[in-house]
């Protein structure tokens, strides 16, 4: 069985930087497009960033030009490094694998039903 583990949250000032981690355990890696999403308080669930087997990566416009996705070479670890924070960025984020589950989400044309537990990101003025 899957299992996401995120880590990396934190609360920092605007302009400030943080560095969210996904660790992928359980059943082997075996492909699939892995995202980040963000729960803001009050909020619908988000995507941020997605990656595809292939390596290539989509971006919310929020995100674009703040926000790089990344996947180690174990293909194991999923990062999310965020420049220039802004209050809005604020939420829970959450590591997801694309597929079925109890609980799914969209982010283009890619569900998502696999989830770690999520990481709060808070970012004050």
């Known amino acids: 069985q899957v299992q996401l583990l995120e880590s990396g949250g934190g609360s920092v000032q605007a302009g400030g930087s943080l560095r969210l981690s996904c660790k992928y355990t359980g059943t082997t890696y075996s492909g699939g497009t892995m995202a980040w999403f963000r729960q803001p308080p009050g909020k619908a669930r988000e995507g941020v960033a997605s990656?595809?087997?292939?390596?290539?990566?989509t971006y919310a416009e929020s995100a674009k030009g703040r926000f790089t996705l990344s996947k180690a070479k174990d293909k194991d670890t999923l990062d999310l490094k965020m420049n220039d924070l802004k209050p809005d960025d604020t939420g829970m984020y959450y590591c997801?694998?694309?597929?079925?589950?109890?609980?799914?989400?969209?982010?283009?044309?890619?569900?998502?039903?696999?989830w770690g537990q999520g990481t709060q990101v808070t970012v004050s003025s």
């Open positions: 997801a694998l694309e597929g079925w589950g109890p609980s799914m989400a969209t982010m283009g044309e890619t569900t998502f039903g696999t």
């Open positions: 990656i595809r087997t292939d390596g290539s990566t």
